[in-house]
C-alpha cells in the first residue's frame, strides 16, 4: 500500500543569554505528516461542502499539534486555544515572511 505524504516542519531558533554571542543557541522543532490520499474514492469527501472539510481539516490539525506541544511537557489544548485567541492580533498585514503565513493560515 503505497502512501502519498505531505510534510510541514517549524523550526525556532532562539540565542541564549550567553557570552560571546552566538557561540550557544536553543531550538524547538515540531513537524507533522499527512497521509494525502491516492484512490479516487479517498476524494469523494472533498465533494462536500468546503467550510465542513476545512472545519474537519483543523480539527485533525489542531490534534496533531496537541499531541506533540503534551509529549514536550506544555499543556497543547490550553497552547492552542490561547494561539487562536490571540491569533487575530499578532498578525499583522504589514508582516509579510512565510512564517507569519503559514501560522496565520493555520489559526485564523
Not at 39 to 46: I, N, R
Not at 77 to 91: H, Q, V
Request: aromatic share 10%; with cysteine.
Amino acid at each position: 500500500n503505497e502512501l502519498l505524504i505531505f510534510q510541514i516542519a517549524v523550526c525556532m531558533t532562539a540565542q541564549t543569554g550567553v557570552i560571546p554571542p552566538g557561540v550557544f543557541s536553543e531550538s524547538i522543532a515540531w513537524g507533522l505528516a499527512y497521509n494525502l490520499p491516492d484512490k479516487p474514492e479517498d476524494l469523494k469527501y472533498v465533494l462536500k461542502s468546503k467550510h465542513i472539510l476545512k472545519r474537519r481539516q483543523r480539527r485533525e490539525l489542531y490534534g496533531k499539534m496537541e499531541t506533540i506541544m503534551n509529549s514536550m511537557g506544555y499543556d497543547g489544548k490550553s497552547c492552542i486555544l490561547r494561539a487562536l485567541c490571540e491569533a487575530r492580533y499578532r498578525f499583522l498585514p504589514s508582516e509579510d515572511d512565510l512564517l507569519n503565513h503559514v501560522l496565520k493560515i493555520v489559526f485564523q
